[in-house]
């Protein structure tokens, strides 16, 4: 690898991590491609040589969290789809709560991508969103596709939101375990919802007998 290549790459990504921390802390409308490259400290139209505008820093950050995502829940398979359930759960909340800076651009700015970045974001995201799917009518025989569909998509905004909240919301302790255990008990949900009986005193006190287990007792 020369010299040349090595700094372009370093540039390259000086200018995304300035990106990444100006759209998550203001959004991807209020930020401009000078400020982008004053904070790189790359000044002038010399950041053109790097990326054409904000529409490819946009859609080059949502390809990297993809390709993060992707690489740490891998292909592996499960015989027990609640193991795999809370597998996701702990891969996803792990993944957010180490990238947060990401994880809020990805709930906030889908919309300001432009094509083609749109679309190829959708189309490599669309089997980790399939499997979720899937992973759930394995869970959930009895549930439609559209009622896994709408709970996987409500299951990774929720994840996803870590981003976005105050920063004291984000110092707990074992912050990533509570969320995998939120995660989990919101898909176990599509086995029946304990709101009614966890209303009333005496309906807590038989609350004990739902059906589904909890993550701790199925993640390997």
């Not at 004291?168 to 709101?195: I, N």
Request: with cysteine; hydrophobic share 40%.
């Amino acid at each position: 690898m020369n010299v040349r290549y090595r700094c372009g790459v370093k540039r390259d990504r000086k200018i995304l991590l300035a990106a990444q921390r100006l759209f998550h802390e203001r959004g991807f409308d209020a930020v401009g491609m000078d400020e982008v490259g004053e904070t790189a400290g790359i000044t002038g139209p010399a950041i053109y040589r790097h990326f054409s505008g904000k529409d490819e820093l946009l859609g080059t950050l949502f390809d990297e969290a993809v390709s993060a995502l992707l690489i740490r829940v891998g292909d592996e398979e499960f015989d027990d789809p609640w193991d795999e359930l809370a597998f996701l759960a702990t891969a996803h909340a792990e993944f957010v709560y180490e990238h947060q800076e990401l994880a809020s651009i990805l709930i906030r700015d889908d919309r300001s991508l432009s094509e083609p970045f749109q679309r190829r974001h959708h189309r490599r995201e669309r089997p980790y969103i399939e499997r979720w799917i899937s992973v759930l009518g394995r869970c959930f025989p009895d549930r439609t596709e559209e009622e896994r569909t709408s709970a996987t998509f409500a299951i990774l905004q929720m994840l996803n939101s870590i981003g976005t909240w105050p920063r004291g919301a984000r110092k707990t302790d074992g912050l990533p375990d509570l969320l995998a255990d939120m995660a989990f008990g919101a898909a176990s949900a599509l086995g029946g919802s304990d709101r009614e009986r966890l209303a009333g005193s005496e309906a807590k006190a038989a609350s004990g007998d739902g059906s589904s287990p909890s993550r701790s007792e199925q993640a390997v």
